[in-house]
């Protein structure tokens, strides 16, 4: 039996390859038998190129339905994907691209045309090559006369297909190694979990450089041989125009908030869709209860990372509980330890651990570190912090690395974010640990308030005395118009934590 994904892909669709795949407004629609005669095409442009199954794939490109193609071929021709957030920079300086390209060392490198020039400075060791133009350099003219058909290379289950890079907010990079095994098993698993059928139609609004709108949202659909709406990014007002066409959405939490920002946006234009899927970062209980009040739809959160793909989920039948990510999804063994590594009683939080066939194979060329990540009975160590609730739901608190010990005491931030948010006229919150010669970090308060609400940092302490302990209340607080955040929504500390430190 072949494990590649791209076999397991093409045997749910093939008996529908006349059919739509990717709906594009204002432009084409897209077959799926044009996706595997695009990605045949492309696939043997990389073998001529030099590509040999295992070789590396670079793509740092603008999202596309021939880009999607690309990841397919690479999955066809046995190489490892390795998609690039489009805001990494091409400077030195900036140390992002060239450390991904040292590390990695990518046979070919596929970028945007402004981008071309620069990148084959950085590493002229690689072919590199814009996706789209005609010139030479391009890959997809190199690919025009290349055969629309390609017999799939026989891969093993654990066989590499992609390399993903975590995101960094706290501390270098790390590649994370996907196996085909490992998005194989996941894709199954979701498709089933979330009901997906032919019928479905997908408002795909997400970049496709990330786990969430690459792995996620694609392999749901090509297993299903459904449908998406092929959106190049998120907008507010597209998305609600788009929504009345759709059956199906998944986003970050941030695109929740500003669909309810717009005044006429509500429960007509959701009136198709079946489900809303939210992930990469929490969701606000504020904006669960709008968005429930708003539409009468309960959004469904749940959790994952890149490491594993997605691990719980609140269900697709049965109640979404505000402030939970749900659930172990079926296959997948989920626990909350002690420092000690002993499980914790339900509402005791620990390290949240997983085990299962999506759990990635470990960090590319750091065989120390990934054995630091995994204990030894095989369990993978998140670095997030979380408990159980009474019904069995799992509830994120936070970053291991986001911890404040303040005066010898553990203080978890989520808690205290979660008694801010909740205060009148607070939009938003972040809650750091910041150095203290006294307490060895102060807690910190970073807060975005509600347009026109004024606030100050004295009625908020105040507010939170009665709330919480007196050692968990900000020493500071500081007010801000919107917090950093990276590329799939999560709010950076780490720029927060640098920002504030001379303080």
């Known amino acids: ?126 072919t590199v090559m814009t996706l789209h133009g005609e010139s030479a350099s391009s890959l997809l003219a190199r690919a025009a006369d290349e055969p629309s058909t390609l017999d799939t290379v026989r891969s093993k289950p654990d066989d590499l297909a992609a390399i993903v890079y975590t995101s960094g907010t ?70 609600a125009d788009q929504l009345p066409h759709a059956t199906v959405m998944m986003g970050v939490p941030t695109f929740y908030s500003r669909l309810l920002a717009e005044p006429d946006f509500g429960a007509a234009q959701c009136r198709s869709v079946r489900l809303f899927i939210s992930g990469s970062a929490p969701l606000l209980p504020e904006t669960f209860t709008e968005f429930r009040s708003r539409t009468g739809q309960a959004i469904l959160e749940r959790y994952g990372m890149s490491e594993t793909g997605m691990n719980t989920s609140n269900p697709l039948d049965g109640e979404r509980v505000c402030g939970s990510v749900g659930l172990p999804l079926p296959g997948v063994a989920v626990r909350v330890v002690d420092g000690d590594g002993r499980p914790c009683n339900a509402g005791t939080v620990g390290g949240i651990e997983v085990r299962g066939p999506n759990v990635f194979a470990g960090y590319w060329r750091m065989p120390e570190k990934t054995r630091e990540e995994f204990t030894a009975d095989g369990f993978f160590k998140t670095g997030d912090t979380g408990e159980f609730l009474p019904n069995g739901y799992l509830k994120i608190v936070g970053r291991t690395k986001d911890l404040i010990i303040t005066g010898g005491l553990n203080v978890y931030p989520r808690e205290i974010e979660e008694k801010i948010d909740a205060l009148p006229g607070v939009s938003e919150s972040a809650v750091i640990g910041v150095a203290d010669a006294d307490l060895g970090e102060a807690v910190t308060a970073v807060v975005v308030p509600k347009p026109g609400e004024s606030i100050t940092e004295a009625t908020l302490i105040a507010a939170l005395k009665s709330e919480i302990a007196s050692f968990k209340v900000p020493k500071r607080v500081h007010f801000v118009d919107e917090l950093p955040r990276n590329a799939m929504g999560k709010i950076e500390k780490k720029v927060l934590r640098q920002r504030y430190a001379a303080e």
């Open 170 to 239: 706290t501390g270098r990079s790390k590649g994370a190694m996907l196996t085909h095994r490992n998005l194989a098993s996941n894709a199954l698993t979701l498709v089933d979990y979330w009901g997906f059928t032919r019928g479905d139609v997908l408002l795909h609004a997400l970049p496709i450089y990330h786990v969430h709108g690459l792995f996620v949202a694609c392999h749901c659909v090509l297993l299903s041989a459904s449908r998406m709406l092929w959106l190049p990014k998120f907008d507010a007002k597209q998305v």
């Open 1 to 126: 039996m072949n494990a590649n994904l791209y076999a397991l892909l093409h045997d749910h669709f093939a008996e529908h390859a006349d059919q739509p795949c990717v709906l594009i407004p204002g432009g084409p629609v897209i077959h799926y038998d044009d996706l595997d005669a695009a990605s045949a095409r492309i696939a043997h442009a990389l073998r001529a190129a030099g590509c040999n199954a295992g070789d590396r794939v670079a793509v740092q490109v603008d999202k596309s339905w021939e880009a999607l193609a690309l990841y397919l071929a690479c999955l066809r021709a046995g190489l490892v994907y390795l998609p690039l957030n489009t805001g990494y920079q091409t400077s030195e300086s900036a140390n992002e691209l060239p450390y991904f390209f040292g590390d990695a060392e990518p046979k070919v490198i596929v970028c945007r045309a402004d981008t071309l020039d620069a990148i084959v400075g950085l590493r002229p060791q690689a």
